[in-house]
């Protein structure tokens, strides 16, 4: 059941992205399978046991691509994440000023309006 669920939130996530980030996931799996494959074949071919330098270049290169793919997108992910709050944040700020300011306009008593913070509490 669990992973029927998330197959399916996969596939809708897949749909979503565009056609660049399709290329970046499929480019990046393929470097990450192909120098551990070739790391692989190394120890296979002669002389056995000993894989050659040009090898473990090839995969430390493959590995450090996948991993900037991965975790740039994820690190602008929350960052995005992060710039919403903060939007959102200073939009109530801006908006509980301008509910005390018209208040102070029509000389009506301006209360102490609560920061959401302090209604969590």
């Not at 903060?86 to 309006?113: C, G, P, T």
């Amino acid at each position: 059941m669990f992973i029927k669920k998330w197959y399916y939130k996969m596939k809708n996530t897949w749909k979503d992205l565009n056609i660049k980030e399709k290329l970046a996931i499929l480019s990046a799996c393929a470097a990450f399978l192909i120098g551990w494959a070739l790391s692989i074949a190394g120890f296979i071919v002669p002389p056995l046991g000993e894989v050659h330098e040009s090898i473990l270049f090839i995969l430390g290169q493959a590995l450090v691509y996948a991993a900037s793919v991965f975790g740039i997108a994820a690190y602008f992910k929350a960052e995005s994440i992060q710039m919403k709050d903060d939007i959102s944040k200073h939009l109530d700020k801006v908006e509980r000023m301008a509910i005390q300011r018209e208040k102070l306009r029509n000389n009506v008593i301006v209360e102490e309006i609560p920061d959401n913070n302090e209604q969590n509490e």
